[in-house]
């Protein structure tokens, strides 16, 4: 049996030899892997795996907006950015609109709240609007994954998310929205089933929650 990590880990970047388990635990579940030092090689690595004028979907992620990832795809005009396509439409007449757009990518980009060492993601949300791209509605799927998100198993991933990244996004959902989150729908994925659909970027480094 794992030991359970206390919480205060959850923060910390884990080993070489860690990301490498995962890496490899992902890899036989068919996912793509690459462990890139940090975000500054991340983001040349987002331009060379994204064609120009490819329909690009970021949903609400701080490993993104701290990077500079979100700017890059969302303000570069490289791409047909759907984010800043979707907050202009009217939520009111066009829901069913924003929902497709949304749903169906050329290319989802993003972030995981963990990724075990028996290769699986797993990915909370409150709305559940960035999900089914990152379920299999995206062509493709690009994760950027700090090095303090990986933990042994599932069951330590769950705590992770409860413990470490609620506490955290409810102060950023109450800043900006006025409203705390809350884990309404769970998403994990413990394997690939289309070859090259889904790529990892597994960073030495440690950021977003």
């Given at each position: 049996m794992t030991t359970p990590l206390p919480a205060t880990t959850f923060a910390d970047?884990?080993?070489e030899r860690r990301l490498e388990?995962?890496?490899a635990a992902l890899t036989a579940h068919g996912f793509t892997v690459e462990i890139l030092d940090d975000t500054a090689a991340a983001r040349i690595r987002i331009e060379e795996l994204i064609p120009e004028g490819a329909s690009v979907f970021t949903g609400a992620s701080e490993t993104l907006r701290l990077s500079g990832i979100d700017d890059d795809i969302n303000s570069s005009g490289r791409y047909q950015a759907v984010k800043p396509r979707t907050l202009a439409m009217d939520r009111a007449t066009q829901s069913d609109?924003?929902?497709r757009l949304r749903a169906g990518p050329d290319v989802v980009v993003g972030s995981v709240h963990a990724?075990?060492?028996t290769g699986s993601l797993v990915i909370a949300s409150g709305s559940g609007s960035q999900l089914p791209a990152n379920a299999g509605g995206a062509a493709r799927a690009i994760?950027?994954?700090g090095a303090q998100k990986v933990v042994p198993?599932?069951?330590t991933a769950l705590r992770r998310v409860e413990e470490h990244c609620l506490p955290l996004e409810n102060v950023?959902?109450?800043e900006a929205y006025g409203w705390p989150s809350a884990i309404n729908?769970?998403?994990v994925l413990n394997a690939e089933y289309e070859p090259g659909r889904g790529t990892v970027l597994l960073l030495r480094e440690a950021i977003g929650f």
């Open positions: 970047a884990v080993s388990r995962a890496a609109d924003i929902r990724v075990t060492e994760w950027i994954v198993d599932l069951e950023r959902s109450l729908r769970l998403l």
